[in-house]
């Protein structure tokens, strides 16, 4: 015999009144341990959303590699990832004692590190190294650790800056704060500040990460008889 609606509103306000037919009904219809084949459940979907959030995450950092040249041209010519020479330069920087081991090993845990000398304007040729972070949503923990290894490098003698990119920010007032620290934020290959639409923000941002000591040339007169 068929169940009708008025049966099962009946057999719903019964298993609402009578804790031992709730838990029949649950033994009869639910597995054996079923609270513990649920947990193993959640765990194994955590740890499936864990390997696709690095899968994405490597995905946006190889794709980011592979574009970098053109997301990049307008600020910097000659755009390669850094290889042997940044090596030597910050052993010498632990030698000197700028730079503990333990900063050179974080710097060099950085998403992407890209070196390239700068277009146009006062420090045009200039060499500057990027220090990249690269997330499908970034987040604020990406930007403050793209923050604390260019001061890594800065302090190496190298002139750094930070940039944080991403297909989307987690918020607008995040990008404003990154912005406001002189970090060069990308979404989807477009750069904030602008090297096409506003060259002195470029300009004041890099002049912000500028090395102590490292000063522009000023041309020089003949000497006096």
Known sequence: MALTAKDVLRLIELLRQ?????DELRRVLLPHNFE??????????????STLGELRGLAKELDYWRKAGRF?????RNVREVGQEILERLEKAEAEGSISPEESDELL???LLLMG?????????????????LSATVAREDVEKAIKRA???RRAGLWTVPL??????????????A?????????NGVLQPSPTEDWDAIEELLARWRPEGKREKKAQGKPKT
């Open 164 to 177: 944080v990119s991403g297909s989307r920010w987690s918020s607008q007032a995040l990008k404003r704060w």
């Open 117 to 133: 000398e700068v277009r146009k304007g006062k420090f045009a040729g200039q060499s500057l190294l990027l220090v990249c972070e």
């Open 179 to 187: 912005v406001s620290e002189a970090v060069l934020c990308g979404q």
């Open 151 to 153: 001061q890594i490098a």
């Open 72 to 76: 990049l041209s307008r600020l910097l």
């Open 36 to 49: 513990g084949w649920m947990k193993g459940v959640d765990e194994r979907l955590m740890r499936i959303e």
């Open 18 to 22: 009578n804790d031992w037919l709730r």
């Open 109 to 111: 845990q950085a998403d």
